[in-house]
């Protein structure tokens, strides 16, 4: 267990690394589902994983919201995260696949 001061730090830290620390004091309500996708991924982050699994982020989201998390998303390859996703946004794939997996 850490102290609250050092995890709202760390929060704090991977929020700005998905471009949203102002949204930090917000309830899931009242955030837009991108900002949703990328809390749960802040989240993810600050667990220091070597690997994200991903299943259709960007499924459940208007098309204007798609692209902050894909955004996101490319941002975290470009640093050398390993990602798994599970994904219908094929430009997004070819864009930062090593490997790509197409199944009918």
């Not at 899931?28 to 990328?38: D, E, H, I, N, V």
Request: glycine share 6%; net charge neutral; proline share 6%.
């Amino acid at each position: 267990k850490m102290p609250k001061k050092q995890a709202e730090e760390i929060a704090m830290h991977f929020l700005k690394r998905v471009k949203i620390p102002e949204q930090a004091n917000k309830y899931p309500g009242q955030l837009s589902g991108g900002q949703q996708q990328r809390v749960a991924i802040a989240r993810s982050l600050c667990m220091n994983p070597r690997i994200m699994l991903f299943d259709e982020p960007t499924s459940a989201l208007d098309p204007e919201m798609i692209k902050e998390v894909l955004e996101t998303m490319v941002g975290l390859a470009e640093e050398g995260m390993t990602m798994l996703c599970v994904t219908h946004e094929m430009g997004f794939a070819r864009k930062v696949a090593n490997r790509v997996i197409f199944m009918d």
